[in-house]
């Protein structure tokens, strides 16, 4: 195929989806910025040229097929598919009814499962890239995470079935754990305890940016990355390799 690439990112319109679709932009592709928060999604893409709106929800069939025809009809192709929007909800697992942990999988989930599916077709000609965004919530098990942890432990699943069953068809698929990020809603309800617990915690002695992240999206869907498929990287400043222990012993 020839022409500029395109890559399909959900959750677009803030945090590490919005991150994303600037540095594809910088890259030169051009960029189909899915989000169900159709305010919000105008005011991102706003200021941004070479993208297209796609004011849609990922949990619902009908408007994954619909996103997945308008950005053919825009664009003409689709190389990466970015699978970013989630939802968190956080409680106890007494306190987490089936409804509640529908809502999360439908997204975190679900999401993810019918827009890989619908976008196999545009991947397989292009011979494109999935990535998926789970978290170190998904490697680590952690209080108050029984439905947001479980959703993103199953999207790294999810992504080995996906590299296993599309390979042959060019298709790479890998999943992107980010560790604690320093975006503004996380800003607004971490304590400064909180904060400085992360902080012992991680070799790095620091929260990610949302850059550092939409840099190894990038990369594991551009050519750079060509021969890498089925793998789960954390991007975490190393809190998932630490042991116990580990903040005491460096002080």
């Not at 991150?19 to 890259?27: E, G, N, P, S, V």
């Not at 108050?144 to 079935?161: D, F, N, P």
């Not at 607004?188 to 400085?196: C, L, N, P, R, S």
């Not at 498929?229 to 042991?243: C, P, S």
Request: glycine share 10%; hydrophobic share 50%; charged share 20%.
């Amino acid at each position: 195929m020839s022409g500029t690439p395109v890559a399909l990112v959900t959750g677009a319109a803030r945090g590490i989806g919005l991150a994303t679709t600037k540095r594809f932009l910088a890259m030169g592709w051009r960029v189909a910025m899915l989000d169900r928060d159709a305010a919000e999604l105008a005011v991102a893409a706003g200021p941004l040229e070479q993208v297209l709106e796609l004011p849609l929800d990922v949990s619902i069939p009908e408007e994954v097929a619909r996103a997945v025809a308008d950005t053919l009809s825009a664009f003409g192709r689709i190389d990466a598919l970015v699978n970013n929007a989630g939802v968190a909800d956080f409680g106890p697992i007494a306190e987490t009814d089936f409804a509640r942990w529908r809502t999360v999988m439908a997204t975190n989930l679900d999401g993810v499962f019918l827009m890989s599916q619908a976008c196999i077709p545009a991947l397989s000609e292009s011979r494109g890239a999935i990535v998926n965004i789970a978290s170190i919530s998904g490697l680590r098990a952690s209080t108050l995470r029984v439905a947001y942890g479980t959703s993103k432990a199953a999207v790294m699943h999810l992504t080995r079935q996906q590299a296993v069953e599309l390979g042959e068809h060019g298709i790479r698929a890998n999943c992107v754990c980010p560790g604690p990020v320093r975006t503004k809603l996380a800003m607004a309800v971490h304590t400064q305890a909180i904060i400085d617990a992360y902080h012992d915690a991680i070799p790095l002695n620091r929260y990610g940016s949302e850059d550092e992240i939409a840099a190894v999206i990038a990369f594991l869907c551009s050519k750079d990355a060509s021969y890498v498929t089925g793998q789960i990287v954390a991007a975490d400043g190393g809190f998932e390799a630490t042991g116990i222990g580990l903040p005491a012993l460096r002080g």
